[in-house]
């Protein structure tokens, strides 16, 4: 009962202080805390539709939460831990851009194009490549032990601070770097141990993680770095606390400590083996990627096309599918902070739906066209860069069933047990279990977008990487050709040489 008093004070205390410091900060710019209500509504909201709102057990809730607010302090407001993360997020550039080297000699002109406006990169031979890149890297780094020692410090901290088991923590710090489908081999082994919780914790914090690996995709789309990389900093904490609202812990884990959890160690025979296996297996990723897009981006198209029909049909012409998503989220990014303008905070919610409904790729690829449009103001542009950061899809749903299932085949018993036999309860029970992993994850990354909502005084703008300045404009030259030719046939042969070379 002491112990109990001494955390409602602490609690109570740590409340206060955060609210004062929000009040005190926020004395001139009363908006940014619109986001506040955000996070409100979401925290009341998962605990309406929580599995057992009896039983949670709110120290990792509020650690959680605590501990996502003061990564966001450190690295969007104190002015030193902004400029070393500034500096993290310039040497992580520069590390993928590396990767440049390689795709310019295999693929030529179709990842290095001639430097002429409106001429870009081919996506999927440039971009999309650094997944091949950083595959290998990691796998060197696991050789060597180094991934490992990182990942059980970083577990550590935060499973001190949260009070979460082991393999949840791990689990979260290993998504920072390897997204929701390389972090779960990590725990492989313990998964067949594994509570109900920590299994619903696990799919969340991989529904609301990006792979390390596609960073440079989404920044040439336009999204900023530093944004992208706090962004999955700051989720994996609060996505632990999302997911212990909505599936609490109700049972006793048998993965306490992180000392006790063994780590994969790597089994090739050198180093050179390490680095191709890495990005052999990387390879898969990169071709499951450009499936999906080829896939969504023409069902989206035909989605558009039926909507569009049955639009005209009733007497409204120009319906499409983004326009009923930005309809069904616009409550979510108006709470959320994203801006007085009623248009912006639409546009914003057409992203959202995107990525819900299809998935992050696409979604960041139209956050750039508005961005290079100057549709979004930096402040919207960067609310969405961090709503948009996680693999919270409904896609994601099979791949996520599919790794675990596939690594712990008796865990899926745990998705239908409540079934008997019965095959559309069974059906039932696994989206149930599913689907409240994936609203956790959504709700993670909205949760965090408004933080950084609030926490943010003057957001910045980026811009995608697109031909420079410099680059040749075929269109002006062509302008230039045409008028001398016009010219040619009025005036005299030495006055049309004398006006064509001054205007070069």
């Known amino acids: 009962m002491l112990y109990q008093n001494y955390y409602r004070a602490f609690y109570t205390l740590l409340v206060a202080a955060i609210t004062t410091f929000l009040i005190l900060d926020t004395a001139k710019?009363?908006?940014?805390?619109?986001?506040?209500?955000?996070?409100?509504?979401?925290?009341?909201?998962?605990?309406?539709?929580?599995?057992?709102?009896t039983k949670i057990n709110w120290h990792p809730v509020i650690w959680g939460f605590f501990l996502?607010?003061?990564?966001?302090?450190?690295?969007?407001?104190?002015?030193?831990?902004?400029?070393?993360?500034?500096?993290?997020?310039?040497?992580?550039?520069?590390?993928?851009?590396?990767?440049?080297?390689?795709?310019?000699?295999?693929?030529?002109?179709?990842?290095?194009?001639?430097?002429?406006?409106?001429?870009?990169?081919?996506?999927?031979?440039?971009?999309?490549?650094?997944?091949?890149?950083?595959?290998?890297?990691?796998?060197?780094?696991?050789?060597?032990?180094?991934?490992?020692?990182?990942?059980?410090?970083?577990?550590?901290?935060m499973q001190v601070t949260l009070g979460t088991t082991a393999t949840e923590s791990l689990n979260a710090c290993a998504c920072i770097f390897l997204g929701m489908s390389e972090a779960p081999l990590l725990i492989r082994p313990y998964l067949e141990r594994m509570t109900a919780s920590e299994l619903h914790a696990i799919m969340t914090t991989g529904f609301s993680c990006i792979?390390?690996?596609?960073?440079?995709?989404?920044?040439?789309?336009?999204?900023?770095?530093?944004?992208?990389?706090?962004?999955?900093?700051?989720?994996?904490p609060g996505s632990l606390a999302c997911s212990k609202i909505l599936y609490p812990e109700t049972e006793q884990?048998?993965?306490?400590?992180?000392?006790?959890?063994?780590?994969?160690?790597?089994?090739?025979?050198?180093?050179?083996?390490?680095?191709?296996?890495?990005?052999?297996?990387?390879?898969?990723?990169?071709?499951?990627?450009?499936?999906?897009?080829?896939?969504?981006?023409?069902?989206?198209?035909?989605?558009?096309?039926?909507?569009?029909?049955?639009?005209?049909?009733?007497?409204?012409?120009?319906w499409s599918f983004?326009?009923?998503?930005?309809?069904?989220?616009?409550?979510?990014?108006?709470?959320m902070g994203v801006n007085n303008d009623t248009?912006?905070?639409?546009?914003?919610?057409?992203?959202?739906?995107?990525?819900?409904?299809?998935?992050?790729?696409?979604?960041?690829?139209?956050?750039?066209?508005?961005?290079?449009?100057?549709?979004?103001?930096?402040?919207?542009a960067m609310i969405a860069t961090y709503a948009l950061c996680g693999f919270s899809n409904f896609t994601s749903i099979g791949i996520q069933l599919g790794i675990l299932g596939g690594m712990a085949p008796t865990r899926k018993r745990?998705?239908?047990?409540?079934?008997?036999?019965?095959?559309?309860?069974?059906?039932?029970?696994i989206f149930n279990f599913s689907f409240r992993a994936l609203l956790a994850g959504c709700i993670?990354?909205?949760?965090?977008?408004?933080?950084?909502?609030?926490?943010?005084?003057?957001?910045?703008?980026?811009q995608g990487l697109t031909s420079s300045a410099k680059c040749f404009n075929v269109s002006y030259f062509q302008d230039i050709v045409d008028n001398s030719v016009t010219q040619a046939v009025n005036i005299p042969q030495s006055q049309f040489l004398q006006q064509f070379l001054s205007s070069q």
């Open 29 to 53: 710019a009363r908006h940014r805390l619109v986001g506040l209500g955000g996070m409100a509504f979401f925290v009341v909201f998962m605990f309406v539709f929580s599995r057992n709102p």
């Open 68 to 157: 996502q607010f003061c990564v966001g302090l450190m690295v969007l407001r104190w002015e030193y831990g902004s400029t070393k993360f500034n500096q993290l997020s310039e040497i992580m550039l520069t590390f993928l851009d590396f990767s440049k080297n390689g795709t310019d000699f295999v693929y030529g002109f179709l990842s290095a194009p001639p430097d002429i406006c409106g001429m870009d990169p081919v996506f999927a031979f440039q971009s999309i490549q650094v997944v091949v890149y950083f595959g290998a890297v990691v796998a060197l780094l696991y050789y060597y032990g180094i991934m490992q020692v990182l990942l059980r410090k970083m577990a550590w901290i």
């Open 211 to 236: 792979a390390g690996a596609v960073f440079a995709t989404y920044i040439s789309f336009g999204a900023c770095p530093r944004y992208l990389l706090s962004a999955t900093v700051m989720s994996a």
């Open 253 to 318: 884990s048998q993965l306490l400590n992180v000392e006790d959890l063994k780590l994969p160690e790597g089994e090739e025979s050198n180093a050179l083996e390490c680095i191709s296996n890495g990005a052999v297996m990387a390879v898969e990723l990169v071709l499951a990627i450009v499936a999906n897009l080829i896939v969504f981006l023409a069902l989206l198209a035909l989605l558009d096309a039926i909507i569009l029909y049955l639009g005209e049909l009733v007497g409204h012409d120009g």
């Open 322 to 335: 983004e326009l009923l998503l930005g309809y069904v989220f616009f409550p979510l990014a108006y709470i």
């Open 343 to 380: 248009e912006e905070t639409f546009r914003v919610a057409q992203l959202m739906g995107t990525k819900t409904a299809l998935n992050e790729f696409i979604a960041y690829k139209q956050l750039g066209k508005m961005v290079k449009g100057k549709l979004l103001s930096p402040r919207s």
């Open 414 to 429: 745990l998705l239908s047990k409540l079934a008997s036999g019965c095959t559309f309860i069974a059906i039932f029970v």
């Open 444 to 462: 993670s990354c909205f949760f965090t977008a408004s933080l950084a909502g609030v926490l943010v005084k003057t957001p910045i703008a980026c």
